[in-house]
């Protein structure tokens, strides 16, 4: 069992930035493929940004690409998600999880892709 603990959400005005955070269990975080989904409100979850265990490869969905990095510190167990020039379209809850084995970086993940979630960080952009 991985427990993950997102942070770093807020209200953001429009054109600004965060950088949320995911705190995950288990010495073996290195291994796992991550990544970063969204949940506008009234949408379904949407694939935002992965990353490879070793932090070698990123991949990214069009909505953010250009405007937000993924990133991973496996020193912390933590896995990062930068976002510059936010839109207020990007209000959402922002979710880290862990991908299933077998699954790679480099392909549009779905939810049945993620094995362990988190609760959610909140990120509201205003115009």
């Known amino acids: 069992q991985v427990q993950l603990v997102e942070s770093g959400g807020g209200l953001v005005q429009a054109g600004g930035s965060l950088r949320l955070s995911c705190a995950a269990s288990?010495?073996?975080?290195?291994?796992?493929?991550m990544g970063w989904f969204r949940q506008a409100p009234g949408k379904e979850r949407e694939f935002v940004a992965a990353?490879?265990?070793?932090?070698?490869?990123?991949y990214y969905s069009h909505s953010l690409k250009g405007r937000a990095t993924i990133s991973r510190d496996n020193a912390k167990n933590t896995v990062y998600l930068q976002m510059n020039s936010l839109e207020p379209e990007d209000t959402a809850v922002y979710y880290c999880?862990?991908?299933?084995?077998?699954?790679?970086?480099?392909?549009?993940?779905?939810?049945?892709?993620?094995?362990?979630w988190g609760k959610g960080t909140l990120v509201t952009v205003s115009s």
């Open positions: 999880a862990v991908a299933r084995f077998g699954v790679t970086v480099g392909i549009h993940w779905s939810e049945g892709d993620m094995v362990y």
């Open positions: 288990g010495r073996i975080f290195r291994t796992y493929n």
């Open positions: 990353i490879a265990g070793s932090g070698g490869m990123t």
